[in-house]
C-alpha cells in the first residue's frame, strides 16, 4: 500500500494565513537590582558582574 497524498492543492490564502504567524519577538529585559542596567533574566550583569546576590565575574571599568 502507498502513501495517500492529498486530492488537492491548498489555496494561496490558506497557505499564506499559516505562515502569517511566524514573527520575531523582542527580547525580554529585566533590571539588575544592583546597578539598574537592562539585563536578560537568570543571566550574570555584563555591567557589574553581579547574579543573584553574589559577584560572579569580575568586570573591568574600561567600558
Sequence with gaps: MGAIGPKQKLGRARTHSRRANWKLEA??????????????PHRV????????????????AEK
Excluded: A, D, H
Excluded at 27 to 40: D, F, H, I, N
Excluded at 45 to 55: K, P
Design 45 to 60: 550583569c555584563g555591567s557589574c558582574g553581579y547574579y543573584n546576590g553574589r559577584q560572579v565575574i569580575e568586570v573591568s
Design 27 to 40: 527580547p525580554v529585559l529585566g533590571t539588575c537590582p544592583r546597578c539598574r542596567q537592562p539585563k536578560y
